[in-house]
């Protein structure tokens, strides 16, 4: 199966595993599961970093392929089709991240690995957590 990583999925799966629910770790460490990571996370993390919200992330972001490759993930790129439905999803969640990684998911099939309860609001996204 491919999982698509919500961001903080990302960040705790490298650095604070245990940090992860049960199913979600269950579901990274099984190398039967292809992993993918948006290139909209990659946008989040240096955005956010430059930001000062998060101060540690700079050694991720330096390092951001390895880190990937590290946990046996891979990119997924935003495509047109992605980014007009995040655009015209009628969710009301503003953030214009989680809006990509929702149509991501719709988009491509993919279960969404989050904590995010704001993604249970929005039907067709499957949840593992």
Do not use: C, N
Not at 6 to 15: K, Y
Not at 29 to 52: C, F, I, M, P
Not at 54 to 59: E, H, I, K
Not at 74 to 101: C, I, K, N, Q, Y
């Amino acid at each position: 199966m491919k999982v698509l990583l919500d961001t903080h999925t990302l960040l705790w799966a490298l650095a604070e595993p245990e940090r992860l629910g049960d199913d979600a770790r269950a579901t990274i460490l099984d190398q039967a599961h292809d992993l993918v990571v948006s290139s909209a996370t990659a946008w989040e993390l240096s955005t956010k970093a430059r930001l000062g919200k998060l101060p540690g992330a700079s050694a991720i972001l330096h390092t951001y392929q390895r880190q990937l490759a590290r946990l046996g993930a891979t990119d997924l790129a935003v495509t047109s089709e992605h980014a007009l439905l995040a655009g015209s999803l009628d969710w009301a969640h503003r953030d214009p991240f989680d809006r990509m990684l929702a149509a991501q998911s719709l988009v491509e099939g993919l279960p969404l690995i989050t904590r995010d309860p704001a993604f249970a609001s929005l039907e067709g996204v499957r949840l593992i957590w």
